[in-house]
Nanobody
């Protein structure tokens, strides 16, 4: 069964850090472009970062550049999102996406940044 499972979300104070995981099963996610998105209540889904696997290039949105870092562990078939200097505006449900036709989505993990 093909699936992506996100984990690592939670509540943190402004300035804090979290590391999200996106574990893939049923396919080799590191062969494909993996993207992280987020969606805050009442807002459209926002693309944050894309890791272009075959070119080993990473693109970050301006909203997270310099604060968020994507990485991967090939042995664990897992992609990570390290989030530093978190702000209240980062509060959202975070999703990962991957697959040969970008067809696989995780269930999402909630990140709440609040004092």
């Amino acid at each position: 069964q093909v699936q992506l499972v996100e984990s690592g979300g939670g509540s943190v104070q402004p300035g804090g850090s979290l590391k999200l995981s996106c574990a893939a099963s049923g396919f080799i996610s590191v062969y494909y472009t993996t993207r992280w998105y987020r969606q805050a209540p009442g807002k459209q889904r926002e693309e944050l970062v894309a890791f272009i696997s075959d070119e080993r290039i990473t693109y970050y949105s301006d909203s997270v550049k310099g604060r968020f870092t994507i990485s991967r562990d090939d042995a664990k078939n897992t992609v990570y999102l390290q989030m530093n200097s978190l702000k209240p505006g980062d509060t959202a449900v975070y999703y990962c996406n991957s697959g040969p036709s970008f067809q696989y989505w995780g269930q999402g993990t909630q990140v709440t940044v609040s004092s």
